[in-house]
């Protein structure tokens, strides 16, 4: 008598419908007359109805069913969708979801949840008596159809029961969806009683059903019990229902005459009809395989799935390099033909973890449309990129970020009304979140186009909080990147949402333990975009292999733009400038043994000066906008790396973000490109200063 | 609350509580012990306080073992939830249940 797995589901599907009821709500602000986007959010909080009673859950299914009552009122066009309701239906949705955890488990009801539903109740109840009575309505609706006659044969498995669902539970719920004209309960598979499996199920139904829904919906009320019933639904005619009750029932061979024919031949329909019925019920189908083509999984197993193709993919590497210093052609071809499965292998595997990022973005337009009404600015929401996809784990841990970089934007970024009317701009400001791929990160953007940050005063505030000398002339650009240090707000007045100092250190902080990082971009009186890197995923990456001495370190191959041998005078540049001529441009370099602080002193004659000097390459990496060169001893080539977090006790190095194992088993660090790339411009503003 | 009991010869079964899934292999043996006794049974459903499939099961098997014994099976008494199942099933006929006993 396992609940779980069901209750689970439920819990689930009621999340996502209710995300889809308030997207459908919030559009609907917009595009008041859309039949489609009421009708969509009439079946999200019909569906949950019919969820909640199928579990016995009271509370949700009194309380959806006056939303659902209202929500029907405004489809029979007998009300409007006004502001003050929609902002109602959008309480309601809340509270929806609130009484869903309390229902759910043996956690005890939040303070207040009671007060708040006879409260809401109350308000939805004003809305609905505000019309024609709620029974007039009802009884004129079948009347626009006249055929809504359905026969359902259900025949349960004996394992309802003990999956802790009870039969009686979906009639009662098919009997909110239409008039049960007549039931009739089968016993005939019931044994004796002194056989009898008391928790088994043996029951089964023949309903007729007067119902304006339609098949879809009819057979979404058996949508729990699907695997372990048989459901015949087929719509039925009139004289169905004048045939005696018990015929089909007590008539032998019933089963095996499929009941089209029966009606054929009692001359009840055409067959044309049965036709028409049958090509119903076979598209009915189609658009069920289609529905099972999505299937729900635990994280935990997909993650364990991408552990062991971790693991794979390591010992991959050993065999590949084994394999070549046998020097046996026909075990290296093998080792190919195996490298590259394993490579298919892993990156479906780390497919199946990308979802897109459309989800997270539309939780937005409720933020912004609630925050702009709190703080009186007149704001709207743009999404673009919805579709770009990145790893389940970064998309969970993007949230709080984004909340806070939304929040900053609307409640600082975007000026009052009447400042925006002063300057010549829309009084409806714009916030907009973006999203693209870029050299194996993704980007997301937030920006809006208020009145940009304020340069003069962060360089005044940085100055008074000892973050920046009072003589050093950093450029806006770097003024800007101040607002990320922690304790630094520039809002005058502190405001409920934002402006307190906790915001932006904190958003740079989530990001960084997302090993992506942060830049803002503001122009004064245009806007202000906040642009967030990340890693497209945090498991496997494509790495370039580089050698230092001894030392192996691996570069993500999606920032390598090219790698070159350093000439004797490159050599000569990069140590007395720190940067290097490459194609006309200025490119800065870092030579990685100085920045290692490798020991030289033992190695054989490494004098840039001298002719006898060390073979060394350059690997030109990327990063964003910035590019910088890495010098290097080796370079050994591609290979596929699973990354090891560091531990604590090595946090504070600079320049390593992780570590990976190699095939021949030695360990190699990861390089941190983006800081590598930072100290090497610093590098080179000294180097140019000092030239 | 007593139910009334009116020219019942055997005393009824009485079945308190609920009358479901949980309950269903007791309910059973209860059933089985009265089919056992040899004489009319008399159900006495009115302080069910929960009552399912599993519930209706037990009494469509009752129904229809008595009937092949040729024993009378009487619902002298029921309760709400039992009565709005009943009434959903459209049982209320085979079990000849009273109009109005509570």
């Known amino acids: ?80 969708l006004s502001e003050n309701l929609s902002a109602l239906l959008l309480r309601c949705g809340d509270h929806m979801a609130a009484l869903i955890g309390p229902a759910t488990s043996d956690a005890p009801a939040p303070a207040g949840l009671g007060e708040n539903d006879a409260a809401l109740s109350a308000e939805l109840a004003v809305f609905i008596d505000g019309g024609t009575p709620p029974a007039q309505a009802a009884a004129a609706a079948p009347a626009e159809h006249g055929n809504g006659y359905w026969h359902l044969s259900l025949r349960f498995g004996p394992e309802v029961l003990r999956n802790g669902m009870d039969p009686l539970s979906f009639l009662r719920y098919l009997s909110t969806l239409g008039e049960l004209v007549q039931i009739t309960t089968l016993g005939e598979r019931l044994p004796a009683l002194a056989e009898m499996d008391p928790e088994a199920c043996y029951l089964g139904f023949e309903i007729d059903l007067h119902s304006d829904a339609d098949r879809a919906s009819i057979d979404g ?117 195996l490298a590259r499965l394993v490579e298919e292998v892993r990156d479906s595997a780390l497919g199946l973890r990308m979802v897109q990022i459309g989800p997270t973005f539309q939780r937005f337009q409720r933020v912004v449309r609630d925050v702009s009404r709190e703080i009186g600015k007149d704001i709207e929401l743009d999404i673009t990129g919805a579709d770009t996809e990145l790893d389940k784990s970064v998309v969970e841990r993007i949230g709080d970020p984004l909340m806070h970089l939304v929040r900053n934007a609307m409640d600082h970024g975007i000026e009052t009304s009447a400042a925006r009317r002063a300057c010549g701009k829309p009084e409806r400001a714009r916030v907009k979140l973006n999203a693209y791929h870029d050299s194996g990160s993704i980007v997301i953007e937030v920006s809006d186009d208020g009145a940009g940050l304020n340069t003069e005063k962060i360089r005044a505030k940085a100055i008074a909080r000892g973050l920046l000398s009072a003589t050093a002339t950093p450029s806006a650009q770097e003024i800007q990147q101040l607002i990320f240090e922690p304790g630094f707000s520039t809002a005058d007045a502190v405001s409920n949402l934002s402006g307190r100092g906790v915001g932006m250190d904190v958003v740079r902080r989530n990001i960084e333990t997302l090993r992506g990082t942060t830049e803002i971009d503001s122009t004064a009186g245009v806007g202000t975009t906040v642009r967030i890197r990340l890693p497209l995923t945090l498991a496997i990456i494509d790495g370039f292999l580089v050698g230092l001495g001894a030392a192996r370190y691996v570069l993500p191959l999606d920032v390598v733009v090219e790698c070159m041998e350093l000439s004797g005078a490159d050599q000569r540049a990069v140590s007395e400038r720190g940067f290097l001529n490459i194609r006309g441009e200025a490119l800065p370099v870092l030579r990685l043994r100085t920045a290692f602080d490798f020991d030289d002193t033992g190695s054989t004659a490494f004098d840039p000066g001298e002719t006898g000097r060390r073979r060394e390459n350059i690997v030109v990496v990327r990063f964003g906008a910035l590019k910088a060169g890495l010098v290097v001893d080796e370079l050994l080539g591609e290979l596929q790396t699973v990354i090891k977090p560091l531990g604590k006790l090595f946090s504070f190095l600079q320049g390593i973000s992780g570590s990976t194992i190699l095939g021949s088993g030695d360990v190699a660090l990861i390089l941190d490109v983006p800081g590598l790339i930072k100290r090497a411009e610093a590098h080179k503003a000294h180097g140019l200063s000092v030239a | 609350m007593k139910a009334p009991r009116r020219k019942t010869r055997t005393p009824p079964l009485r079945l308190g509580g609920d009358l479901n899934i949980y309950t269903a292999a007791s309910v059973q043996q209860q059933l089985l012990g009265a089919l056992n006794g040899g004489h009319a049974i008399n159900l006495d459903l009115g302080e069910v306080s929960e009552f399912d499939s599993a519930g209706v099961q037990q009494l469509l098997v009752l129904k229809r073992e008595c009937d092949a014994l040729g024993r009378a099976l009487q619902i002298t008494a029921l309760s709400d939830c039992v009565r709005e199942v009943l009434t959903l099933l459209n049982l209320n006929d085979l079990f000849a249940v009273p109009a109005n006993a509570s």
């Open chain 1, 1 to 80: 008598m396992d609940l779980n797995p069901a209750l689970q589901t439920f819990i689930a599907e009621c999340g996502e419908l209710l995300e889809q009821m308030e997207q459908s709500l919030l559009q609907l602000e917009n595009d008041s007359g859309n039949r489609d986007l009421l009708d969509a959010v009439f079946r999200a909080a019909h569906t949950i109805k019919g969820s909640a009673g199928v579990f016995g859950f009271d509370s949700i299914v009194s309380f959806t069913h006056q939303v659902e009552t209202l929500l029907d009122r405004l489809r029979n066009g007998e009300l409007a």
């Open chain 1, 221 to 337: 009320v058996f949508d729990f019990v699907r695997d372990d019933c048989e459901i015949d639904i087929r719509p039925a005619v009139d004289a169905v229902t004048a045939l005696p009750a018990d015929e089909p029932v007590a008539e032998p061979g019933f089963n095996e005459l499929p009941l089209g024919e029966l009606l054929v031949a009692a001359g009840a329909v055409s067959q044309v009809a049965v036709d028409a019925a049958l090509h119903q019920q076979q598209a009915a189908r189609q658009q069920k395989t289609q529905d099972n083509r999505l299937i729900r999984v635990d994280a935990d197993k997909l993650d364990e799935l991408i552990t062991l193709v971790g693991e794979l993919v390591i010992a991959g590497s050993g065999i590949h390099a084994r394999a070549q210093q046998s020097g046996l052609v026909e075990i290296m071809e093998s080792a190919m033909t």
